[in-house]
């Protein structure tokens, strides 16, 4: 199983970011797939979760508006698209899977996780 995440970068705020997380070893079109951040000295938190088919989406409040999740279950990949970064975006995202939608924001819901992709907000 292989979940790896790429896009990260260096932006400045107000600016926006498209992360991808490609998955292989498993039924992709099975999982959910979430995004998590965590941040230097702070805990892992969730982000959003999207369901199996893309129909259910669950944002933390501190994105909603700003950041976008979409899937593509014949690509095997999962989107992020970050608009709007502030200062406080600054983190490592990572994606995950687990089965089934509901208890999405529990990190340890999830099955697999990828390495992560640093995401930097800064002038």
């Known amino acids: 199983v292989q979940l790896v995440e790429s896009g990260g970068g260096l932006v400045q705020p107000g600016g926006s970011l498209r992360l991808f997380c490609a998955a292989s070893?498993?039924?992709?079109?099975?999982?959910?797939m979430g995004w998590f951040r965590q941040a230097p000295g702070k805990e892992r938190e969730f982000v959003v979760i999207?369901?199996?088919?893309?129909?259910?989406?669950y944002y933390a409040d501190s994105v909603k508006g700003r950041f976008i999740i979409s899937r593509d279950n014949i690509k095997n990949t999962v989107y992020l698209q970050m608009n709007n970064l502030e200062p406080e975006d600054t983190a490592t995202y990572y994606c995950?899977?687990?089965?089934?939608?509901?208890?999405?924001?529990?990190?340890?819901?999830?099955?697999?996780w990828g390495q992560g992709t640093q995401v930097t907000v800064s002038s």
């Open positions: 995950a899977a687990k089965t089934g939608f509901y208890g999405g924001s529990s990190a340890h819901e999830y099955e697999y």
């Open positions: 070893g498993f039924t992709f079109s099975s999982y959910a």
């Open positions: 999207i369901s199996r088919t893309g129909s259910g989406i």
